[in-house]
Antibody, heavy 116, light 104 residues
Framework: EVQLVESGGGLVQPGGSLRLSCAAS????????MNWVRQAPGKGLESISY????????YYADSVKGRFTISRDNAKNSLYLQMNSLRAEDTAVYYC?????????WGQGTMVTVSS | EIVLTQSPATLSLSPGERAALSCRAS??????LAWYQQKPGQVPRLLIY???NRAPGIPARFSGSGSGTDFTLTISSLEPEDFAVYYC??????FGPGTKVDIK
């Protein structure tokens, strides 16, 4: 079964850092580009970062550029999102999603709350 | 940067009616458009990829059309489980703001 499981969310103070992880199973992880998508409470979906299958292609939304870093470890079947200088507006559910033409597989999400 | 606009913001229909949801791109994106459905408290689900291809397991009442800048998601006859929010997305890019389909 194809599965993505996010972890690492929680409560963090403004200006703080957090590292999200996404564990993949049931497919050849190194063959797919991966995305992070977030959804603030009561709001729509926001695509924030993409990494190609080998890690050589990376995109960031302007809202997180310079603060967030996407990476992957194909040997560990894992995707990461290092989030620094967090702001209240970063509060959201963060999803990892597999890119295969479109985002056909999503994790259940992990909640990040930025608050003092 | 490409911007996606969806209309209408809310569509109020009855079960059995036909729904037509629009997504417009600020510049041509060829057929690189997907549609997703999201119900409250649930993870988004892929419906359509490459503008007109149904994802595995998606009922035939869902269809997508369009290319370039104008795209449409059509639900031929609404079932009770179809009342949800629908998002379009450019491949590896931004999402539209969503269209909520609610019960009239």
């Amino acid at each position: 079964e194809v599965q993505l499981v996010e972890s690492g969310g929680g409560l963090v103070q403004p200006g703080g850092s957090l590292r999200l992880s996404c564990a993949a199973s049931g497919f050849i992880f190194s063959g797919y580009g991966m995305n992070w998508v977030r959804q603030a409470p009561g709001k729509g979906l926001e695509s924030i970062s993409y990494i190609g299958s080998s890690g050589d292609t990376i995109y960031y939304a302007d809202s997180v550029k310079g603060r967030f870093t996407i990476s992957r470890d194909n040997a560990k079947n894992s995707l990461y999102l290092q989030m620094n200088s967090l702001r209240a507006e970063d509060t959201a559910v963060y999803y990892c999603a597999r890119q295969a033409g479109a985002l056909g597989t999503w994790g259940q999400g992990t909640m990040v709350t930025v608050s003092s | 940067e490409i911007v996606l606009t969806q209309s209408p913001a809310t569509l109020s229909l009855s079960p059995g009616e036909r729904a037509a949801l629009s997504c417009r791109a600020s510049q041509s994106i060829s057929s690189s458009l997907a549609w997703y459905q999201q119900k409250p408290g649930q993870v988004p689900r892929l419906l359509i990829y490459s503008a007109s291809n149904r994802a595995p397991g998606i009922p035939a009442r869902f269809s997508g059309s369009g290319s370039g800048t104008d795209f449409t998601l059509t639900i031929s006859s609404l079932e009770p489980e179809d009342f949800a929010v629908y998002y379009c997305q450019q491949r590896s890019g931004p999402f539209g703001p969503g269209t909520k389909v609610d019960i009239k």
